[in-house]
């Protein structure tokens, strides 16, 4: 079992980075777009904590679907390792450890959302604490997860320009997704670099541009399955 596992092809490893990348997306739109934001109103600190309180078991189900996210990043960052690694090993181990680093803070940083659970929760030892302290308390932590993930995506940025300038140098892999993947990849890093450097500043570049990984992720579905394999 560990040999076939330590000898995965590189069109395997293609579908399982597809498919991982896949899950990702499916399991980030509900928890990001379609939870959270009927959940949490910024500004409305009594109506986020009622909103929790009577949603709690949609909250945990965010909460879930980014634990399985976490899980799916390590999944696709050791499936791009072996896809990689014969274009260069060392430089394909480096970019696989940057998502690992971005999935390590994106799970420090859910440790936040289970604190907002643990405020709400009425427990006897919070007693001692105004309703308002709570509430306040609750902001500062859901405050807090956004601010470590912002952290965590300078990671996935650098993986982003890792990964890209891989698959620009391989010849088995389309250069313009590179090309995309990379672009992506300083999106994401100019655009965190600046909420850090200016405050309240959301240049948004990533939104538009950080799409690269979603081609990506269509052609490995599509495509990967066909690659040749190629000696490491």
């Not at 090309?179 to 309240?200: C, E, H, K, M, R």
């Amino acid at each position: 079992m560990t040999n076939q596992i330590a000898d995965l092809s590189q069109p395997k490893a293609a579908i399982v980075a597809g498919l991982g990348l896949l899950g990702m997306t499916i399991f980030a739109i509900v928890a990001h777009y379609l939870i959270l934001p009927d959940l949490i109103v910024p500004g409305d600190t009594a109506t986020t904590a009622n909103n929790i309180i009577a949603g709690e078991f949609l909250f945990r189900v965010a909460i879930c679907s980014y634990l399985i996210v976490i899980i799916l990043d390590v999944l696709v960052a050791w499936a791009l390792y072996i896809l990689l690694k014969p274009v260069d090993s060392a430089l394909s181990l480096l970019t696989a450890w940057s998502r690992l680093v971005y999935a390590a803070i994106f799970g420090v940083a859910l440790a936040d959302l289970f604190a907002v659970l643990q405020l709400l929760s009425g427990a006897d030892y919070l007693s001692s604490f105004e309703t308002d302290q709570l509430h306040a308390q609750m902001m500062l932590s859901l405050g807090a997860f956004d601010q470590m993930w912002d952290i965590g995506l300078i990671f996935f940025g650098l993986h982003l320009v890792l990964l890209g300038y891989l698959v620009f140098k391989s010849d088995y892999i389309p250069r313009i997704l590179g090309v995309f993947l990379v672009i992506a990849g300083f999106s994401y890093l100019i655009d965190y670099f600046a909420i850090f450097l200016f405050p309240g500043f959301d240049l948004a570049i990533s939104q538009s541009l950080g799409w690269g990984e979603l081609l990506f992720m269509i052609w490995l579905l599509l495509k990967g399955g066909k690659i040749p394999e190629m000696g490491s």
